[in-house]
């Protein structure tokens, strides 16, 4: 009866994020999959934090929707490529959590995936440089950074280091902020610079530059945990 009360609710999450229109049907199930394996796992916490980064993610895609909309660069509904990009790592992480060092890879992966949306969603509403010229670019370019946006992603990858700690991931709240706040910048710039290097010149897709970025993320946080 326990296993059919996560399904239930998993499903109630999916359901949720279809309707207000964050993940499309595919990007739903998916989530709902791999959020009931997490539960399995490593239990329902861990599945709490990946929510609360789609909560802070969906708030952010909201923040200026209108002018992002106006500049064309608006994403809104997102597929099961994005759930599957930002989560697999974090995934991954969560069904050998029983390893020390992959708890701290799974709260760095997350917070990575937090602070790349949040940066993204929130500093394209500011004229972003090129990471690797910082020349002006155009809002929505790959590999575009500003003030705002490297702000707002240290504070979302601070928000699930807080998380983390509330939610008994990790006993000690410092671990937490330091895994989160080192592993979710430095992965968000990653995600930055494969984005200007590789991304704008088609080598590889956003999908696998948010891959590539958590698993950035992932690889600090087993080393600082």
Not at 64 to 93: C, D, W
Not at 127 to 153: H, N
Request: proline content about 2%; hydrophobic content about 50%; aromatic content about 12%.
């Amino acid at each position: 009866m326990i296993y059919w009360g996560y399904v239930i609710l998993c499903s109630i999450m999916g359901l949720v994020t279809y309707f207000r229109g964050a993940l499309d049907f595919w990007g739903s199930l998916f989530m709902v999959i791999m959020g009931l394996i997490i539960i399995l796992s490593a239990g329902f916490n861990w599945l709490l934090l990946i929510l609360i980064f789609l909560i802070l993610g969906l708030v952010s895609t909201k923040y200026k929707h209108q002018y992002k909309k106006e500049l064309g660069v608006y994403e809104g509904t997102r597929s099961a490529k994005n759930v599957i990009s930002n989560g697999l790592v974090p995934f991954v992480m969560a069904a050998f959590g029983y390893y020390d060092g992959f708890v701290g890879g799974f709260i760095g992966s997350v917070a990575t995936a937090t602070a790349d949306t949040m940066a993204s969603e929130v500093g394209v509403t500011q004229t972003p440089r090129l990471v690797t010229t910082l020349k002006k670019v155009a809002p929505g370019t790959d590999g575009g950074i500003s003030v705002l946006g490297t702000a707002a992603g240290i504070l979302g990858a601070g928000l699930i280091g807080i998380f983390a700690y509330l939610l008994g991931i990790l006993p000690d709240p410092f671990v937490c902020l330091k895994i989160s706040i080192i592993a979710g910048t430095v992965g968000c710039f990653m995600d930055s610079f494969l984005g200007a290097i590789f991304e704008r010149r088609n080598y590889i897709t956003n999908e696998h530059v948010n891959l590539l970025a958590t698993l950035t993320g992932a690889f600090l946080g087993i080393i600082l945990v």
